[in-house]
């Protein structure tokens, strides 16, 4: 017998390629379908999604949610995706693939309402709820069957069908035995996917994948692994546990576990965001101040609005350089009391810029928050040696609103148009 799940009705049953109660085609099978329950959930094309739900108008057209011409793409729906589009990609690539698509501002309050209402049916789930991002998140369901009357792959698909149906919103699921093989799973078959990773299939399903797979290796160690040869996981196995500690420290250890499908973390509710930053990285290097000021605003801003979203504010103010020859250069200051204004973020980063300038030309730079507090918290005190600064703050309050009713292009600093 072969478990199987209409993904459509909910109906179990013991094996087919339809369901027996409603007759579509849409059902699931796998021998550890009901035995496991260690998910990830990720929204499909989020941002995209959101606003296509929310302008009925951009339903069957190709949506890029981003910046200007000049700016980047935040993320595609799967439309403009088929045309090559792609998150991070400079918009004037983004435009030349799809010329048809429509380029709309971020809004991140109505992704941060829409991340809130997911939440709160996964949290109906199970109290184990990891979130990664807004889009994105890891479930325990360990134990939840004698509560729901029911195994978790029923009720992963009964959320992604409420998610559908109350929220006009869609996502994937991937469900296995860990977090790893979890986040890989949803990343099978999106959008609308739910994919099943095994115990017993893991090291067959993971042998000739590529060791790009794994969570966390970048470009730099995906180059250090090349350069020693490994590319998939069959080639990391070859590999003994005291080598790989030898030659990659600590992401060595946890290579040889990986490359076996083994991974002990848990499911950590309880997991705080600890930063929140924002970068981007420029076609051409840049070594004068103007332009990178103009970049550092853009960025302040977004940081600001995810921060002030979040209803949370950083009492360390981060800056990001990376060098002609990918060197990178980080610069800290701590603030007083924390802050969620772009501008008290951006003249603090601006600063460190300044200093930093005698090692630029620079292919990209960052700015980013730390040590998080809430939003009840920032901003309390005037700054004695700014006396400007409290009219600046109510500005952008004001600015905030107008960006909020009308896009985010809707106003504009000088500084940022540098």
């Not at 094309?45 to 949610?65: G, M, T, W």
């Not at 369901?141 to 069908?161: E, F, I």
């Not at 115990?199 to 399903?205: G, R």
């Not at 004068?288 to 853009?298: A, F, S, T, Y």
Request: aromatic share 6%.
């Amino acid at each position: 017998m072969m478990p199987a799940l209409c993904r459509d009705c909910l109906a179990t049953f013991d094996h087919g390629t339809r369901c027996p109660s409603c007759g579509r085609p849409r059902v699931l099978t796998h021998p550890e379908l009901f035995s496991l329950s260690i998910a990830h959930m990720d929204c499909d094309a989020f941002y995209a999604s959101v606003e296509k739900r929310d302008n009925p108008e951009l339903r069957d057209k190709p949506v890029i949610v981003g910046g200007g011409k000049r700016g980047v793409v935040t993320t595609a729906c799967y439309i403009a995706r088929i045309k090559g589009v792609r998150s991070a990609m400079p918009m004037f690539k983004a435009l030349a693939l799809c010329p048809e698509a429509v380029v709309v501002p971020p809004r991140m309050e109505a992704y941060v309402a829409a991340s809130r209402e997911i939440r709160d049916m996964m949290a109906e789930l199970t109290p184990d709820v990891e979130p990664l991002s807004l889009d994105e998140a890891f479930m325990d369901l360990t134990g939840t069957t004698k509560l729901h009357g029911h195994p978790p792959a029923v009720m992963l698909a009964r959320l992604v069908k409420r998610m559908r149906e109350e929220l006009h919103l869609t996502g994937s699921i991937g469900l296995s035995h860990n977090k790893f093989l979890a986040k890989i799973a949803s990343d099978l078959d999106k959008p609308r996917g739910f994919s099943v990773i095994g115990a017993a299939e893991t090291m067959d399903f993971l042998s000739e994948k590529p060791v790009s797979l794994i969570w966390g290796v970048g470009r730099a160690t995906q180059a250090a692994l090349d350069k020693a040869g490994i590319r998939t996981f069959t080639d990391l196995r070859r590999w003994e546990k005291d080598d790989l500690h030898h030659r990659f420290g600590a992401m060595g250890d946890r290579l040889w576990h990986l490359a076996r499908g083994q991974d002990a973390r848990r499911v950590s509710a309880d997991r705080p965001i600890k930063s929140i930053s924002n970068e981007t990285t420029f076609n051409e290097d840049i070594g004068m101040l103007e332009p990178l000021e103009g970049h550092l605003w853009r960025l302040a801003q977004k940081v600001s609005d995810r921060a002030k979203a979040r209803e949370i504010a950083g009492r360390v103010v981060t800056l990001k350089l990376k060098r002609a020859n990918h060197a990178t250069l980080t610069r800290r200051v701590t603030l007083h009391e924390p802050t969620n204004i772009a501008d008290r973020m951006y003249r603090n980063a601006q600063g460190l810029l300044t200093q930093a300038m005698d090692q630029g030309p620079f292919r990209l730079i960052g700015i980013g928050i730390a040590d998080l507090l809430p939003a009840s918290q920032a901003d309390l005190s005037p700054d004695l040696l700014d006396p400007d600064a409290v009219k600046r703050a109510k500005a952008e309050q004001a600015g905030d609103e107008i960006r909020r009713k009308f896009g985010t292009d809707a106003i504009v600093k000088g500084r940022s148009l540098r």
